[in-house]
């Protein structure tokens, strides 16, 4: 099922982007999938099984995760955009096309939306929030040598898809400084906040606060879920994503209104 294309973006200093995208004949619509910090495209594998019979659906390794090059370069939220908005030309995605962010994925979804209205037609922001919570905890850690790092890497295999170096500079040049609060009240797309209903990462609280401000905003509980939903309950997810992406949702009431997903 998993079908990589290599994009080579004009950047400075140049890299190269591993980019799932899966495209049936004749689709007309088209999903972007932006996983978080230190995550990968793979971890959207069961949402491009469920739409990819309809919908094209995209899905890239950022900078420095999963497949893509890891260049030394800034890993600032501007790099970042950059990154995603050249992908976008180079796969020639359509004019409109929804946007499905998680966790920090949510910061860029965010700021993708708000900069170009005219291309996002749906966003769905999953285990975010406008503030993302960093604990002392893991500030702590980012200062430790990249060799330690790279040890509690390997002893704790699959949850970080990026290396220490990447790391360092991603989270303290992107994920700390972002305040996504100016950004709601520009948000024009209609827009689905999914909550993980155990989520410990980002509480519950900052992801409904975020929704309230948003024009045009929903939310889905997903129950027994915690900071991955989309794998820890891959099929509420899909099902949450289908009643929005294909308007089986109730009208739009300008505030969020809050449901929970069937089990």
Same mark, same amino acid.
């Given at each position: 099922m998993e079908q990589r294309r290599r994009i080579e973006l004009d950047s400075d200093p140049p890299m190269t982007m591993s980019v799932i995208d899966v495209r049936p004949p004749n689709a007309s619509q088209a999903i972007l999938f932006i996983h978080g910090a230190g995550g990968n495209a793979t971890h959207w594998r069961h949402m491009i099984a469920h739409f990819s019979a309809e919908w094209r659906c995209v899905a890239p390794d950022?900078?420095?995760?999963?497949?893509?090059?890891a260049p030394d370069s800034t890993y600032a939220l501007d790099e970042l955009m950059h990154d995603i908005e050249r992908l976008v030309d180079r796969l020639a995605l359509p004019? @409109?096309?929804?946007?499905? &962010?998680?966790?920090?994925?949510?910061?860029?979804?965010?700021?993708?939306?708000? @900069?170009?209205?005219? @291309?996002v037609d749906q966003l769905v922001l999953m285990a975010? &929030?406008?503030?993302?919570?960093?604990?002392?905890?893991?500030?702590v850690v980012l200062k430790l040598p990249p060799w330690t790092l790279e040890l509690i890497k390997r002893l704790a295999p699959g949850r970080l898809s990026c290396s220490a170096h990447v790391l360092q500079k991603f989270v303290p040049r992107c994920v700390f400084p972002f305040n996504g609060e100016n950004l709601l009240g520009h948000i024009e797309a209609p827009t689905l906040v999914i909550i993980g209903e155990r989520d410990r990462v980002v509480p519950r609280? &900052?992801?409904q606060m975020m929704a309230d401000r948003i024009r045009d905003a929903r939310i889905e509980i997903i129950r027994h879920a915690a900071h991955m939903p989309l794998i820890e309950r891959p099929d509420a997810v899909n099902r949450a994503l289908a009643r929005?992406?294909?308007?089986?949702?109730m009208s739009w009431r300008g505030t969020a209104e809050e449901v929970e997903a069937a089990p």
């Open positions: 950022l900078r420095g995760h999963g497949l893509s090059d004019p @409109r096309f929804a946007v499905v &962010a998680h966790s920090f994925g949510g910061a860029l979804g965010m700021t993708y939306a708000t @900069r170009h209205p005219e @291309r975010t &929030a406008s503030l993302i919570p960093l604990n002392g905890f893991l500030k609280l &900052a992801s929005f992406l294909e308007k089986r949702v």
